[in-house]
């Protein structure tokens, strides 16, 4: 059974870490997308706290659709370039959005969510995806957060054949 119930709250540092240790775990023994994908998403939903959304968007073509997620039902196509997530797509860079209120183009699939934090997917310099958080809170994620994440995502592309 894999549990990742913490008994006291931790450091943003050491939770971090402990993000990097449970993802290599979760991915020891499985390279199929679609599992790690899932796993990954249920992984970051129930260990970081104030999410309300966690999941993958996969590029096809010129628009980024659906992929594993935890959370209330979400958009299924975002174009290349709108929105956070379609931004961090287009640019290839991790986009940290303090209150997604101010952001120009933003896309509301969560009436609830006041800052997202995305991370691009990308293997051989190819951006295959994101990984797209949401907080109910403004202000939820930090530059800190942003480099862990980055870490788990590299992890998750080292462990999974994403073709």
């Known amino acids: ?20 240790t449970l993802a ?19 992984l970051l939903f129930h260990s970081l ?15 980024l659709v659906l992929g594993p997620f935890q ?5 299924v196509r975002i174009a ?15 986009v940290v959005v303090p209150d997604v209120n101010a952001f120009p183009g933003h896309i509301a699939c969560d009436g ?3 800052s997202e934090l995305v991370v691009p997917v990308v293997r051989a310099g190819r951006v295959l995806g994101v990984l797209d ?15 862990a994440l980055e870490a788990v995502v590299r992890i998750f592309v080292d462990a999974t054949d994403l073709g």
Do not use: I
């Open 24 to 42: 290599r775990a979760l991915f020891e023994g499985e390279r199929d997308k679609t599992a790690n994908a899932a796993n990954l998403a249920a």
């Open 133 to 147: 958080l949401d907080s109910p809170r403004t202000g939820r994620f930090s530059e800190e957060d942003a480099r």
């Open 49 to 63: 706290p104030e999410l309300n959304w966690a999941g993958f968007y996969w590029l096809r073509g010129t628009e």
């Open 71 to 75: 959370g209330r039902p979400a958009c």
């Open 1 to 20: 059974m894999f549990a990742t119930a913490r008994s006291q709250p931790q450091s943003p540092s050491a939770l971090h870490e402990e993000l990097r």
């Open 80 to 94: 290349l370039g709108k929105g956070v997530c379609g931004t961090a797509a287009a640019e290839a860079r991790t």
């Open 112 to 114: 609830a969510s006041r």
